[in-house]
């Protein structure tokens, strides 16, 4: 009985391979690009790069086991939301309010330790950000319209 059951999830596994999502990036316009319109120095375009663009922007790199489902289907699923929620590929077609927004939410989200995903920094070790790191990202956010409000190592010690 074992062995069937087994065997039938074996198969299964095998089955829902043909059960691809689409993983082709959307093409992407330079001119829009978040890098191009806010121009950071390249210490944080690189930041945001390692740390954001896999989730947030048409310039997605799919690592090797985003081919295998179920895998494929979570990952896909999180990218097409992380996409709809900021997709920096396209912030330079957005109001200027919601771009202000946008600053304000990066600060926010960084200083409240809920971005980068811990599922997307275990298996991405370089896009864990360290304090001074996440400091850099606010404070420049900040200056360009967010609220550059304490930093991470400010808010740990509050909390103490």
Not at 55 to 81: D, F, G, K, M
Not at 89 to 115: C, F
Request: charge should be negative; aromatic fraction near 8%; hydrophobic fraction near 35%.
């Amino acid at each position: 009985m074992l062995k069937k059951v087994i065997g039938g999830l074996a198969v299964l596994f095998i089955l829902i391979q043909f059960i691809r999502p689409n993983q082709t990036n959307p093409a992407t316009d330079a001119q829009v690009d978040f890098r191009t319109v806010t121009n950071p120095p390249e210490e944080i375009k690189g930041l945001l790069k390692v740390a954001c663009y896999d989730c947030h922007s048409n310039e997605t790199v799919y690592p090797w086991y985003s081919q295998i489902a179920p895998v494929s289907w979570w990952l896909s699923s999180h990218i097409r939301e992380g996409r709809e929620h900021l997709n920096f590929s396209t912030y330079g077609l957005l109001p200027a309010d919601d771009q202000a927004k946008i600053m304000e939410e990066i600060s926010e989200v960084i200083q409240e330790n809920e971005m980068p995903l811990d599922s997307y920094t275990w298996p991405h070790p370089k896009a864990k950000l360290s304090s001074a790191q996440k400091n850099a990202l606010i404070q420049w956010a900040g200056n360009q319209g967010g609220n550059p409000a304490n930093g991470p190592e400010e808010k740990e010690k509050e909390e103490d």
